[in-house]
Every structure is written in structure tokens, then in C-alpha cells.
């Protein structure tokens, strides 16, 4: 049973627009958050992290949100970039050792 | 280089092989993940160490599954009498603290059973 999911595979964004990417996940348990981001042939890159005492954490570009009623979390990348282009995992874990990951979102930026 | 790596990248073993995947993680890390992708989804959990403590081995799908880290450095993922269903990437992950918050991970080895 999928505990964290992506329901979006893939998102098109134009170049300098807001990309917003969301993940749901079911177990009220879970207490850390945090988003990967994925180029082919190479492990996933840590982006950003939230935990559940907050409900918004920002770097740069990258803004987390996170609404612990709904179970929702979503990444706003803005403006984008087209080398933000890849793979996008949200994970949640509720100790911050066993994390699950959703399915992905593929990103494209179009230039 | 200063992250994570793994050895092989590609291994390609005959179904009833057994295999043995090694991680090398950030110097000093503490703890140390092994993760299983599938075509299409996400990584999921096999295991973790807390330095050569085995805290936690409830994602590795059989007993056929065996990781091991002795000194609280290297670690390795065997498989033995591989199966196809165990084609997968393996991917392993470091983090400095103690509550894994940030994890770096390696770029993987494909495994294809045959």
C-alpha cells in the first residue's frame, strides 16, 4: 500500500513560471518530509526538507508547503529553469530514518 | 570524489547467482540506508545502520536479502539465489546525523537478473 503518493507523473512548465508539484501521504505518523530530485543515470539529489512543526520552508527558488490536516505537501519552484528539468520525489518518514518515497513527477521546462 | 559511491554500477547475474553490492559512504556519516528502485517508482526502504548497527531491516523483501556494515564504514547489500523479481536499482544513501533528515545518495547499481 503506496503511503506517499505522486499523483502527477509528468508537469510541463514554461520557462519562468511557477512549477508546483504535490504529494499526499495517508500516515498521520509521519513527521519528516523532504524532496529529491532525480537526473537519469544518477542518484536522487537532496532539494529541500520540512518537518511537521512548520508548514512552509523556503531556499532560494524552492518553497516546501506542507498542510498536516489535508496529508499534503507541495514544492513551488519559481521561476523555473530548464535545468530544473528531472525527476522529482517527495519522501516522508516519521522518524527521520525510514522514509517512503512517492513515484515521482516528471518535470519539463520548456525554454 | 567526496560522496557516495557504489560499486558496481551494472551487474547482470544469471537467476540462482548470488551478488554483493558495496556502498562507500560520506566519510563520517553515521548512518547509512540501502534503498530498492523499481522500473517507474520510487525508492523504497530495505534497511539502515546506525555505524555497524543494523537498527532497522524491515524492507528487505526475504531472507535472501543480507546487508552488513562491520566497521561503520563500508557497507554491503548480498543477495544470494537471485531472482528475476530482484532486478532492480540499489541505492545507497548517507547521513551525517544521527536522525537521517538529509540524505546523500549514491548513483545506484543496476541489477539485472536473467
Known amino acids: 500500500d503506496q503511503q506517499v503518493k505522486q499523483n502527477s507523473p509528468s508537469l510541463s512548465v514554461q520557462e519562468g513560471r511557477i512549477s508546483i508539484l504535490n504529494c499526499d501521504y495517508t500516515n498521520s505518523m509521519f513527521d519528516y518530509f523532504l524532496w529529491y530530485k532525480k537526473y537519469p543515470a544518477e542518484g536522487p539529489t537532496f532539494l529541500i526538507s520540512i518537518s511537521s512543526i512548520k508548514d512552509k520552508n523556503e531556499d532560494g527558488r524552492f518553497t516546501v508547503f506542507l498542510n498536516k490536516s489535508a496529508k499534503h505537501l507541495s514544492l513551488h519552484i519559481v521561476p523555473s529553469q530548464p535545468g530544473d528539468s528531472a525527476v522529482y520525489f517527495c519522501?516522508?518518514?516519521?522518524?527521520?530514518?525510514?522514509?517512503?518515497f512517492g513515484t515521482g513527477t516528471s518535470l519539463t521546462v520548456i525554454p | 570524489g567526496a560522496g557516495v559511491s557504489q560499486s558496481p554500477r551494472y551487474k547482470v547475474a544469471k537467476r540462482g547467482q548470488d551478488v554483493a553490492l558495496r556502498c562507500d559512504p560520506i566519510s563520517g556519516h553515521v548512518s547509512l540506508f540501502w534503498y530498492q528502485q523499481a522500473l517507474g517508482q520510487g525508492p523504497e526502504f530495505l534497511t539502515y545502520f546506525q555505524n555497524e548497527a543494523q537498527l532497522d531491516k524491515s524492507g528487505l523483501p526475504s531472507d535472501r536479502f543480507f546487508a552488513e556494515r562491520p566497521e561503520g564504514s563500508v557497507s554491503t547489500l548480498k543477495i544470494q539465489r537471485t531472482q528475476q523479481e530482484d532486478s532492480a536499482v540499489y541505492l545507497c544513501a548517507s547521513s551525517l546525523q544521527r536522525v537521517g533528515n538529509e540524505q546523500f545518495f549514491g548513483p545506484g547499481t543496476r541489477l539485472t537478473v536473467l
Open positions: 519522501a516522508a518518514s516519521p522518524d527521520g530514518n525510514q522514509f517512503y
